[in-house]
Structure formats: structure tokens, C-alpha cells
């Protein structure tokens, strides 16, 4: 995943998406999917929700005029198009494929780019290399349009929940017998879970996929959370599911 200051235009969109998450969820916890695009001068919003009551803008205009007034200058208008489709029944994902995972203090970020990211709080990372490449704030960005990415703007259910046991696996197992890099694929209608092992391991795949069902229930409700902005503040802060309770019961020959 990519780790970006909130007063980068990728951190304010996905701060934006994860603000109409929450108030779209404010009475109960919807299945939601909202994705915020930044045109320049209007931030596009599509998405769906099974609420019906439509969002009203104003309330996320005064939010971050009034809460994240040192992340950009909300001075000028604040223009959105409403495109989100409301009342509308969505499935969960019965797929999702989590490129890497790392062994470090948060698992969906490699330790160099969490490094970066606290060494570098007057930067912003670019998109052509999030890891390495980066580029003072005013520097001209001429990209026409920028979006929000997963899993912001994504409620609990339709994801966020496989990513967050995602992490815990990995917070577990990393580092057992040099174990640094971690794929994982669900598929949900098969009941399926296939792991991807890279990196500096020397346990063959087999050993370590037979070890993680072993020791893991998948209870993928166990971590459930409602507060988005908390998370999107502070991705480097405390969160339920970083907790090594599994990591001490793993036996491996």
C-alpha cells in the first residue's frame, strides 16, 4: 500500500473519502463504497451505499474547513459532485488480492517507506515511486486527476476487514525463519486462501501456508472498528489487530 502525508493531494482525497464514509455510516455501519477524485478545481465523488439518506456536503465542507486546517487551505470554495448511488444492495467482496506485506512496525508498509514517512513530514511522496521518490511541497504537479485508493473510503465489511486480518497474520508470522515479504489471495465462494511467500525466507511455501491455517481461525469480524479518521490521523499509531497473541504458540522444524 502507499503511505502519504494527509497535505499531499493522494492524502486529502483519501481523507475526503473517508469522511463521507463516516458520515454516511453515522447510524449504521452500511455497506459503503466511496471513491474521491480530485480534478483541480471540484473533487468528483462516486460510490455506493445501501443508505438511502443522501449525503449532505456541507457537513464535510465545515469538517475540513474547521478540523484540517494544517493539512491544505480550504479558503476558496470547496466544489463536489455527487455521484454516489444510493439504496443500493452490495455484495462483499468475494475476492481481494493483497500484493505485499511486510515484516515491520505496520505490515501494509514496507519499514523504509514508514521511515521515510516520519524523516520526511515536510515532503510529499510522488506517485511514480512512493518508496524512494519525493518531491518538496511547492513543486508544480501537473497530474490532471488524482483518486482516492483502497482501503479508504471503503467501509468495514467490503474489504477493510480481510486487510486488517491481513496485517495480523503477517505481525505474527513475520520474521520466523527470516520471513519478510507476504502475498495474500482470498477467495470467498471457495472458501479459499492462497499465500504468496518472497523474500528472504528459507521454509519452503508449503511449510509456512500449512502453518498459518494451522494457528489462525480467520474470524475476519474479530477486528471490527467504525472510526476511519482515527486510522487515516495516525497510520502509525496502536491498532486492535498489531498485536502479537499467536506469534509465541508458532512451532516451526
Known sequence: MKLFHLNSRYGIVNLIADLILTELNKVKNYNTVVQVTDCGNFYVINGKTESKDILDLDIIRQTLTNNFKD?????????????????????????????????SERPSYSQEQIN?????????????????????????????????????????????????????????????????????????????????????????????KSMIKDYFDFDFSRFEYDNYIKEIMDPMGPKSWLVRDVKSEIVMF
Open 71 to 103: 493539512i491544505s487551505d480550504w479558503s476558496k470554495n470547496i466544489n463536489f459532485i455527487d455521484l454516489i448511488e444510493y439504496d443500493i444492495e452490495l455484495n462483499k467482496p468475494s475476492h481481494l488480492y493483497i500484493d505485499k506485506l511486510y515484516y
Open 116 to 208: 521515510h514517512y516520519r524523516n520526511n513530514t515536510d515532503f510529499l511522496y510522488c506517485e511514480q515511486n512512493f518508496d524512494l521518490y519525493v518531491s518538496k511541497k511547492d513543486s508544480i504537479d501537473n497530474t490532471l486527476s488524482i483518486s482516492s485508493s483502497f482501503p479508504y473510503g471503503y467501509s468495514y465489511s467490503m474489504g477493510r476487514n480481510l486487510l486488517c486480518y491481513s496485517e495480523y497474520i503477517m505481525y505474527n508470522i513475520g520474521g520466523i525463519k527470516n520471513l519478510d515479504v507476504v502475498g495474500i489471495e482470498y477467495d470467498l465462494t471457495g472458501l479459499e486462501i492462497d499465500f504468496i511467500f518472497s523474500g528472504n525466507s528459507y521454509v519452503k511455501s508449503e511449510i509456512f
